[in-house]
C-alpha cells in the first residue's frame, strides 16, 4: 500500500478531513493509484452494502427549462427540442407501474419548468406519498428558495438531487456563460447554498458534478471533493461529460477523449465510495452511453444505486440533455430482468428495499 493510500485510509477511520494538497495528490496519481483505490473502494462497498444496488424509479417529468446551462441540450436557447410536460395523471401512472415492478423510490426530475410551481408540486407530492406510503420521494427540480425547499418537505419529499456542477466559482462561470444565466445572477455560491439549505432542511442531499467539461483542471476537482467534504451529502452524482452538439459547449474542442472521461469518473467514484463510504453513488446512464457496460463498470468501482427510467415512452427519448442518451433495454423499467443479469454477472443483485442513507 502506497503512503498516499495509507493517508487517505487512515483519514477515513480517524473521520479527519482530507487536506486539499492529499487530494491533488490523488488525483495527479491517478494512474499509478487506479487499482488500489478501486480494491479499497470494493472493500468499503462490501462492509456497508454487501453486493445490493438500490433501484430507483425515475421520472422526467418536464423538459422545459427556464435556464440556459451551456452544457444542456434542453436549455431554453436550444429551440430544436421537442418539449413535453408530464400531466399529474401520467405522473402518478409512471408511479403505479414502477410500484408494480417493486420500485420503492420515485425520483421526480425536471428542467425549471415554471409551471411546476410550488402549488402544483405540493400536490403531487401528497398524492404520491398517499398512494404509495412505504415509498420515499426524491425531488430533481432545480435551485428554489428556501420556503419551497420547506414547503416541499413539509408535505412529504424526502430527498432531493440537485449536481452543484462546479465548487469552483470560475469554472461554474464557464458553465453558465450564457446571457439568461448570466442576468439570472446564477453563480456557484448561490447553488452551493441551496445544498446547505435542503440538508439544513432534513432533506436526503444529493451534489454532484460532470466529469471532463472543457477546461475543467484537477484542481476545479479537488474543489469539488473539498466541498463535498465539507456538504456530506448523502448521495453524490457524478457523470462523464457528453457534449451535445446543439450547445456552446459542445463546440467547444478539445475535450479529453471519451475512455480519458470515463476512467476519470470510475476513478472519482472508486475515491467517493472510500471517502464517503456509506454514500449512495449511482452508477449514471452517462456513463452506461459513453462505453458499452459502463453501468456494470461503475459498479465495480464503488457505485451502488441504478435509476431506470420510468418515464412514459412517448417523451424517454425527449429529455436529451446530452446526445445519444441510452435509453434501450435495461434503462426502461421493462429491462428489469435484464439489469438484474447484468448485475448478477457481476456478482450484484438489485435490492428493491428503500434505500435510505443510514
Ligand atoms: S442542466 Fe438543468 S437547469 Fe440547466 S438547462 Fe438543463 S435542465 Fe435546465
Known sequence: MTSLTQLLKHSVVSKKPISESVYTSLLDEQEKL?????????????????NQVYIRGLIEISNYCNNDCDYCGIRCS???VQRFRLSDEDILTCCKKGYALGFKTFVLQGGEDLLFDVDRVSKLIRQIKKEFSDCALTLSLGEKPAEVYAEWK??????????HESANSNHYAFLHQSPVDQKRGRTAIYRQNCLYTLKKLGYQTGAGFMVGTPLQTNQHVVEDLLFLQDLQPEMIGIGPYIPHPETPLGKISPIPTPTQRFHKTLYLLSLLRNIHPR??????TALATLIPGGREKGILHGANVVMPNLSPEKTSNKYEIYKNKLNTGSESANGLATLSKALESIGYEINKGIGNYV
Open 34 to 50: 487506479f487499482l488500489p483505490i478501486q480494491n479499497m473502494a470494493k472493500k468499503a462497498q462490501y462492509l456497508h452494502f454487501k
Open 78 to 80: 436550444n429551440k430544436a
Open 154 to 163: 413539509k408535505e412529504g419529499a424526502d430527498r432531493y438531487l440537485l449536481r
Open 279 to 284: 454514500a449512495l453513488l449511482p452508477s449514471t
